[in-house]
């Protein structure tokens, strides 16, 4: 996918496209300070628990995921951020198609 121009709107679910049985991810912004992810996943589609040693704050912007942060589920829906705080064990699932954006700050 070609670079997004910047000083120019955009549409952030626009910019990336589900793929079938898959989870697409296209960085935004990937700096030393810090990253700005998008995904797309399809139904199904999971992100294994794991940690991060970083917060990270996730808003749904289409569609609806079940984020399960130290075993406690909240379903997230479009419009909703949650924030995944830094070294605590996370996962994602989508039971029907979700876009997301991801907004990791590196200390």
């Not at 670079?3 to 079938?20: C, E, V, W």
């Amino acid at each position: 996918m070609p670079q997004t121009p910047h000083s120019q709107p955009h549409n952030l679910a626009t910019l990336i496209d589900y793929q079938d049985g898959g989870i697409v991810s296209r960085a935004l912004v990937d700096k030393k300070t810090g990253t700005v992810t998008l995904f797309a996943f399809d139904a199904g589609q999971q992100l294994s628990e794991h940690t991060a040693p970083f917060d990270a704050l996730v808003q749904v912007l289409e569609g609806e995921l079940k984020i399960t942060i130290e075993g406690k589920p909240s379903t997230v829906s479009a419009g909703h951020i949650i924030i995944m705080p830094a070294n605590k064990p996370h996962a994602l699932s989508a039971s029907a198609r979700a876009k997301m954006l991801l907004v990791m700050i590196r200390e």
